[in-house]
């Protein structure tokens, strides 16, 4: 019996609308839509032998709509803009904004939008970006915001349109209307979207699910008390609980979905894979039949229940209060999530599709059942750092499962038809998909002063409800405070998370809370007046690289195999490897540290403790972009070799060097001179783990690491760091 290879891609946005202007305040629901959305859509279309779900959380599903209608966003409205009327702050946005895309695909690949970035520079502080936006021309910035929008349309929105293919081969010196007809694009595209996957369900193809109707945590709806559980030291807010927010946002998003795709889902996907035994009570009494989650809480959940456990259980399905419940395989998931990007696509394919059938060989299902192999990920972000936004992967991958000998694509509701058996788990795990636990939401003191300032705002509810407050403010102060509860507010608020939106995500979250005071004719308190985290506010943070501090002082290090004391790298530069990728696990590479003395460049990058194995018989391909030459360095555990790999030729070996060191950390030092890099010269470095002819990692993702040559003088004008 073939095994069912079930993926689940999960397509979410926050809502973005100010609630206030009723504008959106960033574009990417209607980027994604004019991209992966209907990309994903119409491959599907293409190959109707690849049954699948789709999850789309009803805030993504009602700005789909607006946007198919022509709604604008604040983005675009600036874009639109005369640029000559524009400020040299509005200027210093544009500038900001517009490189918002993956430079390896889309920047890179077009030699105007190239060398608008180099003249902007890869790495700048914001305060820097008023400066640099007085030396681009009024026709310059009109091309950057041309080639952003531009190279956010998909295969699928450009196949045989001759207009963008022109607009392509023209490549700059673009005028208003041109940027008008790529925005009607896009328009379109995204008027496409819904109705084809409502049609690939109709004719069974795909299934499709939904989450809670804005993405929130349903077990800390239900009470904070709940991430205790995982985590019995974690600080806590002011308690917060209320089962019946936790009802309601399941039960408007089965609601919602029904008007849109016209039936009510049988699944749901729980925002962030998040569950608990209260949070699985609401979905069963609100008739969802299956959640799906992260494996993590599978093997906490079989602990609780005393359950001995094999990595063959993770293969099939369970029950707990009637509810099903399957579970996403981490790895795999990881896989087309992370690394299968940055290789070549046959070879990532046939890789997914071996693992899939080894792990299907391990399955304690019946025999008479197929093993469930549950790949959840992302549906939209991956893609972007795939070659061709992920059409040859996709391809290759629906071609193979054709007339595959082993394995068979299905949906969930497919699976949990054809599968007879459950495994009753008496216990279940309260976590979400990352450590199984929910500290990415809660347990920060910025977190933590965002649940009680929401928990104030829903207290002021109860009491208003008893004070003769007209039926309709009340549900539009409800309708604000459901909006608040959502996900994304918690996961950028303090740390570990971060991006260029953080102040806006901000004032978003404290708009819903005011909008609801409002409407309870009370005043706005003051509290909600400053940012939840003032820190955000006045931050200087890099445009497009955070987490990252220059060196400030020669080091030299060794390069051997035992741990690294700390002085050895003081006054190195450290760059943070992000999490903030959409269902990212912990990344391998935590930490890259780089320095230098006069002679010599050192690096080291620091292994994740729970998945340095991962690292073993793996290769670091070190690509370094110079002001001469680009370079490319391999490094095992023995050696490094140091090729050229201008102009696309065969590699040439220009140098070798023994300073390797692949244990706790993978440490090692290059000569300058072997690189042909003078003082005050830049160097651009991306890492890269290959395994198995596969990329594992790739740090950083977008921006490469730059670190200026070094001269003699260099520690003396730094002293004071």
């Known amino acids: 019996m073939k095994a069912h290879l079930s993926f689940l891609l999960h397509m979410h946005q926050p809502s973005y609308v100010d609630p206030q202007s009723g504008m959106a305040l960033l574009p990417w629901v209607r980027l994604h839509g004019a991209r992966a959305y209907l990309d994903v859509g119409e491959l599907l279309d293409e190959y109707p032998h ?46 900001e904004r517009h490189f918002s895309v993956h430079w390896g695909r889309a920047v890179e690949t077009r030699p105007r939008y190239r060398e608008l970035l180099e003249k902007r ?35 699928a929105a450009r196949r045989g349109d001759a207009e963008l ?14 940027l008008e007809l790529v925005a009607e694009k896009q328009r379109l595209a995204c008027a496409r979207v819904l109705p084809l996957y409502r049609q ?48 309601e946002q399941v039960r408007r998003a089965s609601d919602a979905h029904q008007r849109t795709f016209g ?132 391809r290759t991958l629906f071609e193979a499962l054709r007339d595959h000998p082993e394995l068979k694509s299905a949906s969930i509701r497919e699976h949990l038809d054809a599968s007879a058996s459950r495994v009753e788990l008496p216990q279940a795990h309260s976590g979400s998909w990352i450590d199984s636990d929910f500290h990415i939401w809660i347990g920060d003191p910025v977190k933590n002063r965002a649940w009680s300032l929401l928990g104030h705002a829903r207290q002021r509810l109860e009491r208003a409800r008893g004070k003769g407050v007209a039926p309709d403010r009340l549900a539009r102060a409800y309708d604000h405070l459901l909006a608040a509860e959502g996900s994304d507010w918690f996961w950028w608020f303090g740390e570990p998370f971060h991006s260029a939106e953080d102040a806006l995500f901000d004032r978003l979250f404290r708009a819903h809370l005011e909008g609801a005071y409002a409407e ?25 690289t955070t987490g990252l501090s220059q060196p400030y002082a020669f080091i030299r290090p060794r390069i051997d195999h035992e741990r690294s004391g700390f002085y050895e790298w003081h006054g190195a530069g450290r760059y943070l490897v992000p999490r903030g990728a959409a269902m990212a696990d912990t990344p391998l590479v935590e930490v890259i540290h780089f320095g230098f003395d006069p002679e010599t460049l050192f690096l080291r990058l620091d292994l994740s403790s ?47 060097g023994t300073s390797v060191s692949f244990e706790r ?3 090692l030092s290059i000569p300058f001179s072997a690189l042909d890099a003078q003082p005050g010269e830049p160097l651009h470095l991306s890492f890269r783990l290959i395994k198995d002819d596969v990329v594992i990692a790739r740090y950083p993702v977008d921006v490469p690491l730059t670190v200026s040559v070094p001269d003699e003088s260099f520690e003396a004008r730094n002293w004071s760091a």
């Not at 799906?292 to 959940?301: I, V």
């Not at 972009?625 to 680009?630: D, E, S, V």
């Open 50 to 95: 690849v049954h699948l779900t789709v999850n789309f959380v009803p805030s993504l599903v009602s700005q789909l709509e607006a946007a198919a209608k022509g709604a604008p966003d604040a983005w675009l409205e600036l874009a639109r803009r005369p640029i000559d009327s524009l400020s040299l702050d509005e200027r210093a946005t544009l500038l």
């Open 121 to 155: 520079g890869r790495q700048l502080l914001r305060a820097d970006l008023p400066d640099r936006a007085k030396s681009f021309s009024n026709g310059e910035l009109r091309d950057l915001t041309v080639l952003f929008y531009l190279s956010w349309i998909g295969f």
């Open 165 to 178: 293919e022109a607009l392509e081969k023209q490549g700059r010196d673009f005028a208003l209307p041109d």
């Open 200 to 247: 690939l369900e109709e004719r069974g193809q795909i299934e499709l699910s939904t989450s809670p109707l804005y993405h929130p945590i349903l077990p800390l709806l239900i009470s904070t008390a709940t991430a205790r559980r995982a985590q019995p030291s974690l600080p806590l807010p002011e308690p917060f609980s209320f089962r019946q927010d936790a009802v």
């Open 263 to 394: 039936r009510r889902p049988r699944g749901m996907w729980p925002p962030e894979g998040s569950i608990s035994p209260e949070a699985l009570a609401v979905y069963g009494a609100e008739k969802v039949g299956w959640i799906a989650t992260d494996e993590g809480n599978l093997w906490r959940s079989l602990e609780l229940s005393k359950k001995s456990a094999t990595r063959g259980d993770l293969f099939r399905a369970y029950r707990h209060q009637d509810v099903d419940l399957v579970f996403r395989d981490r790895e795999l998931s990881d896989r087309i999530g992370f690394a299968y990007s940055h290789g070549d696509h046959e070879s990532g394919v046939r890789d997914l599709l071996g693992r899939a059938r080894d792990n299907a060989k391990m399955s304690t299902a019946p025999a008479d059942e197929a093993p469930f192999i549950g790949v959840f990920l992302d549906g939209e972000n991956p893609w972007e750092s795939y070659a061709g936004s992920g059409e040859p992967f996709l």
């Open 520 to 544: 309870l004719g009370e005043p706005i308190p003051q509290e909600l007046g400053p940012a939840v985290s003032t820190a955000l506010e006045g931050r200087q943070k890099p445009a497009a």
């Open 610 to 656: 729970d998945r340095a194995a991962e690292a073993n018989d793996a290769t670091l391909d070190l690509e370094i972009t110079t002001p001469r030459i680009p370079l490319r360095l391999l490094a095992d555990k023995n050696h490094w070799t140091l090729c050229t790999t201008a102009d696309d030729a065969t590699p040439r070996e220009i140098a070798t």
């Open 665 to 667: 950390s993978l440490k």
